[in-house]
């Protein structure tokens, strides 16, 4: 499978703990996002990443919220001390450089706080 | 004004019936506009796109209308079949921000046999 890999695809934690969403891109692909999905609700940008930078993180909350994407391994969204409005699904979605807009998303991350 | 405002919040068609869905934004510096297919429990899927230079563009039983001046964009299935009941969200961007897309809130669409 060549698509977008995230894991875990299912994650539960208690208020207070931390969580740690990854993320592989296409094969090729250098650019990486993160999209948030609450119930009912369409998808929100967070933050969009290439290897070792931070390209804009307008749409990631002030705190609690980080996300790296390193030269090597995949992209990781950390979440610490979590509470439950964060529970949502997240999605990761990547493209290559000379693609411009069109982005390709992975199977998502369902985080449910308990 | 980085609004997308989507339209209807869910739709019901019959199997071989056209469905339609609206989408209306604010921010004229937006030339890229497109549809995203969501299954329950699954990640958007890329359906078709549009640039602001053409009023048009089909790809097989699906049709992006766009009208620059009234600043709208409309999702058409032809021939819809109980396989396209899912979630439709429309987008929009621009150039220079790559893929931050900003997504309207959706509409759920069911295709009736």
């Known amino acids: 499978n060549a698509g977008v890999m995230q894991n875990p695809r299912h994650l539960v934690r208690r208020r207070g703990q931390e969580a740690r969403l990854r993320c592989s891109p296409m094969k090729g692909h250098s650019h990486v996002y993160w999209y948030r999905q609450l119930p009912e609700e369409g998808l929100k940008f967070m933050v969009y990443?290439?290897?070792?930078?931070?390209?804009?993180e307008s749409g990631m909350p002030k705190e609690r919220f980080s996300a790296e994407f390193p030269k090597e391994g995949p992209s990781i969204l950390r979440i610490q001390q979590v509470v439950r409005g964060d529970s949502a699904a997240y999605f990761c979605a990547s493209s290559p450089m000379e693609t411009g807009n069109t982005i390709y998303f992975g199977e998502g991350s369902w985080l449910t706080v308990v | 004004q980085q609004q997308v405002k989507q339209s209807p919040q869910s739709l019901i068609v019959q199997k071989g019936g056209i469905s339609i869905i609206n989408c209306a934004y604010e921010n004229t510096a937006f030339d890229y506009f497109p549809w995203y297919q969501q299954f329950p429990g699954k990640g958007p899927a890329l359906l078709i796109a549009?640039?602001?230079?053409?009023s048009e563009k089909k790809e097989g039983r699906f049709t992006i209308s766009f009208n620059k001046s009234a600043k709208q964009f409309s999702l058409h299935i032809m021939d819809s079949q109980p396989g396209d009941s899912a979630t439709y969200f429309c987008?929009?961007?621009?150039?220079?921000?790559?893929?931050?897309?900003?997504f309207g809130q959706g509409t759920e669409l069911s295709v009736k046999p």
């Open positions: 549009i640039r602001p230079d053409v």
């Open positions: 987008a929009a961007s621009m150039e220079n921000q790559g893929g931050k897309l900003i």
């Open positions: 990443l290439q290897k070792e930078n931070i390209i804009d």
